[in-house]
């Protein structure tokens, strides 16, 4: 059974920083696809940074790039999101994902809540 899950999450000041954390147990995804998504109150999900295939090629939504860092360790059975410049509007639920294959996810996390408080 594939578990993923998130640490690192809590309340942080705006212009801080704060690393997510995701661990997979089960398989590994060092050719496939891991990558977190942020949900807000009253919105829909979101895309926020993935890591695809096994030459790494890295996406950003516009709205964090140049502010976060997607990173994927322990080949394939970690990724990480590092934080920083944080802005209330990163105020979210923070998931983490993984697929096996390089552009489908096929496994989710239960979500980290990240506050950010202006």
């Known amino acids: 059974q594939v578990q993923l899950v998130e640490s690192g999450g809590g309340l942080v000041q705006a212009g801080g920083s704060l690393t997510l954390s995701c661990a997979a147990s089960g398989r590994t995804f060092s050719s496939g696809v891991m990558g977190w998504f942020r949900q807000a109150p009253g919105k829909d999900r979101e895309i926020v940074a993935q890591?695809?295939?096994?030459?790494?090629?890295?996406y950003y939504s516009p709205s964090v790039k140049g502010r976060f860092t997607i990173s994927r360790g322990n080949a394939g059975s970690t990724v990480n999101l590092q934080m920083n410049s944080l802005k209330p509007e990163d105020t979210a639920i923070y998931y983490c994902?993984?697929?096996?294959?390089?552009?489908?996810?096929?496994?989710w996390g239960q979500g980290t809540q990240v506050t950010v408080s202006s």
């Open positions: 890591i695809r295939g096994s030459v790494g090629t890295l």
């Open positions: 994902a993984a697929g096996s294959a390089s552009y489908q996810y096929d496994y």
